[in-house]
């Protein structure tokens, strides 16, 4: 592509004229094109749908608030409490067992088909790739409502 500038009168009677060399910019608009689209994908792949704490205008009333079901992530395993009661399910190997929470999960979601709600509740010492782990499973067992807590001590 070529461009002519012209001199403009007086002394300067020949005009002046140049190439533009486009392609390192269009180079640079492809590059940019294909990371904006590569990204985009990763955006939805990335959301995590978290509840804040306390409870939401649009709870359902016909489910019973007392019947809490909850995921306690400890160093020693999990604890699957539902209502009142607690089931401990200790590490296997020493690895936490992400198996046998799966299927504790589904074992309650027989139980409650209706609900979609569960807490995780972890402390600090946990490593965040554990509690990520146990919010897949939980949403895998059928609670995609989940609301995340940090273990208070003494509670």
């Known amino acids: 592509m070529a461009v002519s500038i012209d001199g403009g009168?007086?002394?300067?009677?020949?005009?002046?004229?140049?190439?533009?060399?486009?392609?390192?910019?269009?180079?640079?608009?492809?590059?940019?094109?294909?990371?904006?689209?590569?990204?985009?994908?990763?955006?939805?792949?990335?959301?995590?749908?978290?509840?804040?704490?306390?409870?939401?205008?649009?709870?359902?009333?016909?489910?019973?608030p007392l019947q809490k079901i909850a995921v306690i992530v400890h160093e020693d395993g999990f604890n699957v409490i539902v209502g009142d009661t607690q089931k401990p399910l200790p590490r296997k190997g020493g690895e936490l067992d992400y198996a046998t929470l799966a299927d504790e999960l589904e074992a309650v979601k027989s139980r409650f088909p209706d609900r979609t709600d569960a807490e995780v509740i972890s402390a600090d010492p946990i490593v965040f790739d554990s509690i990520l782990r146990t919010m897949d499973t939980a949403v895998g067992a059928g609670f995609p409502a989940l609301s995340l807590f940090e273990a208070r001590p003494g509670s």
């Open 9 to 64: 009168g007086g002394d300067r009677k020949k005009p002046l004229s140049a190439d533009l060399n486009l392609v390192p910019y269009i180079d640079l608009l492809t590059c940019m094109v294909a990371f904006l689209l590569i990204t985009a994908v990763w955006t939805q792949l990335a959301t995590l749908q978290v509840s804040q704490k306390g409870a939401s205008p649009d709870t359902d009333p016909g489910i019973d």
